[in-house]
Structure formats: structure tokens, C-alpha cells
């Protein structure tokens, strides 16, 4: 056989075997993140499926780009667009034991903050299920849904 390696198969963000396999576990979060904070959370890896959990009285807002809202916008990727465009999905407070918000979709980093409506620090873990993609064959996550202005807006 020739050494042609343009048809060695192996993983990457179009590779079906990337997604169907077990995901490498991946574990963080926050015990006391304060109001008006914003983590980031890079994964190692590309994710599969990224799970959070709520375990305070605190709604936490998850988003996949900055929104700037404790300084300098990360990267030049997001602004307060992630906000005001509503590009965030909310955990609710714990209701018994804890608030689950599960996304089943392909990144390589999230965003969670907390919203300025009184009340404590954030309580919550992050869960992701790793693919073995590099993060660098990883696209941005923008535009539409994700990072434009609102409807209306003359941003």
C-alpha cells in the first residue's frame, strides 16, 4: 500500500465514533460563587455533553461566551449582547436536593453566572462527558443564538 494518509480515519468534530463512545469525566464548580461573577470553564477536551447542577437558592445563568459582566469580555468572543440577546439558559433554584440543566452538544469551554437578584452565593457543579477531539479543532460558538444583538437593537 501507498503511504496516502488522506483517508486514515480518526476522531474529530465530524466523527460519529467521537460521540458514541463513553465520555472521559470532567468535574468542577463553585461552593460560594458571588452575584455578578462569571467562571469560565475550558475543558480539557471537546464535550459531549455538559451537565450542571444547582444546589443553592441562587438561579444560575449557563452561557457559551462572555458576556462581560465582571470586566473585559474573554477573548473579544461575547458581550453583554449574551444577556441582553436572552443567549444564556437559567438553572433554577434547588427545589429538594438540587436543579439539573443537562446540554447535550459539542463545545469546549461554558460560561455560568449569577444574575444581581439579591440573595446568597451560587452552590453548583459542572459535569462534562469528554470526547478525546483536541479543543483546538473546536469552531467559536457565535453568532446567531449565541452572541448577536437583540431584535431591535442598534448594537
Known amino acids: 500500500m501507498s503511504g496516502n494518509d488522506s483517508f486514515n480515519y480518526g476522531v474529530g468534530l465530524n466523527n460519529v465514533g467521537s460521540y458514541q463512545a463513553s465520555g472521559d469525566p470532567w468535574v468542577s464548580g463553585s461552593d460560594s460563587q458571588a452575584v455578578n461573577e462569571e467562571v469560565r470553564y475550558q ?9 450542571v447542577y444547582n444546589y443553592s437558592a441562587r438561579v444560575l445563568r449557563v452561557h457559551f461566551n462572555a458576556t462581560g459582566s465582571d470586566g473585559d469580555v474573554i477573548g473579544g ?4 449582547d449574551s444577556y441582553g440577546g436572552q443567549h444564556y439558559l437559567e438553572v433554577q433554584p434547588v427545589s429538594g436536593s438540587q436543579s439539573v440543566l443537562e446540554l447535550n452538544c459539542k463545545c469546549n469551554e461554558i460560561y455560568v453566572s449569577i ?5 446568597g452565593n451560587g452552590h453548583y457543579r459542572v459535569f462534562a462527558e469528554l470526547t478525546g477531539i483536541p479543543p483546538g479543532r473546536m469552531y467559536a460558538l457565535t453568532g ?3 452572541t448577536d444583538a437583540p431584535a431591535g437593537s442598534d448594537a
Not at 475543558?43 to 451537565?51: E, I, L, R
Not at 468572543?77 to 453583554?80: F, K, P, V, Y
Not at 444574575?115 to 440573595?119: A, C, E, L, M, S
Request: no cysteine.
Open 144 to 146: 446567531s443564538g449565541l
Open 115 to 119: 444574575p444581581n437578584d439579591g440573595g
Open 77 to 80: 468572543i461575547g458581550s453583554a
Open 43 to 51: 475543558f480539557p477536551w471537546v464535550a459531549k455533553k455538559v451537565t
